[in-house]
Structures are given as C-alpha cells and as structure tokens.
C-alpha cells in the first residue's frame, strides 16, 4: 500500500499549488481521503478531508475558501487545490487514507494508517 504525494514547491505569497496523491495497492473507492500540514514545531493539522464517495468536504477556517479538496476514483487519486496561499501555510504537506464507513471522515490524524510521504510547500511573503 502505497501514497505517493507531490506537487509542492516554492511559491510567492498569492500564488498557487496543486498537490496530487496517488494511490497504489489500495481502491480509493473505499477510502476517505484527507490533507494534513506539519510547519516546523508544530503539532500535524487537518486542513482538507473528502469522503470516500467525495459527497462531502471539509476545511478548518485556516484554509476555508482558499483550498479546494478533490478525488478522482477512476484514477484512484485525490488533490489539493491551493489558491491566494500565504506565508502561513509554509509546511510538509501529507495525505493519508481511511476506509471510513460512507459518508464519515475525520481530520484526526490519529485515525488515519495510510499515509504519502509528504511534499514541501513553502510560500514566500
């Protein structure tokens, strides 16, 4: 089972990203699909989650309105839309998978077990 994350990179407060999360050995069909960020000295954050069937979302106030979340099972992949970024979300940014019953999905990421590798994205001011 494997989540490979990329897509980060160096980008100027305002910009854009597009990360990508590509799943291998396991049928996102089933999954829940969620983003986390961990910026130096800090605890891991939820900012993005998906159900499985992709019929909800949700975002923390941090990102609201700026990140945009979204699966594609036919290519058993997920991605994180990231528009107007700022300084603040300086980070490693990680997905993880779940196979959550239908229409349940967390951003604990203590109830996540599969998890990428994380990609770096720095926003510079």
């Known amino acids: 089972v494997q989540l490979q994350a990329s897509g980060g990179g160096l980008v100027q407060a305002g910009g854009s990203l597009r990360l990508s999360c590509v799943a291998s050995?396991?049928?996102?069909?089933?999954?829940?699909i969620a983003w986390f960020r961990q910026a130096p000295g800090k605890e891991r954050e939820g900012i993005a989650v998906i159900t499985k069937g992709g019929e909800l979302t949700h975002y923390p106030d941090s990102v609201k309105g700026r990140f945009t979340i979204s699966k594609d099972n036919a290519k058993n992949s997920a991605y994180l839309q990231m528009n107007k970024l700022k300084p603040e979300d300086t980070a490693v940014y990680y997905c993880a998978a779940k196979n959550f019953a239908w229409g349940l999905a967390t951003m604990n990421y203590r109830d996540y077990d599969n998890w990428g590798q994380g990609t770096l994205v720095t926003v510079s001011s």
């Open positions: 050995g396991l049928n996102l069909d089933n999954y829940a």
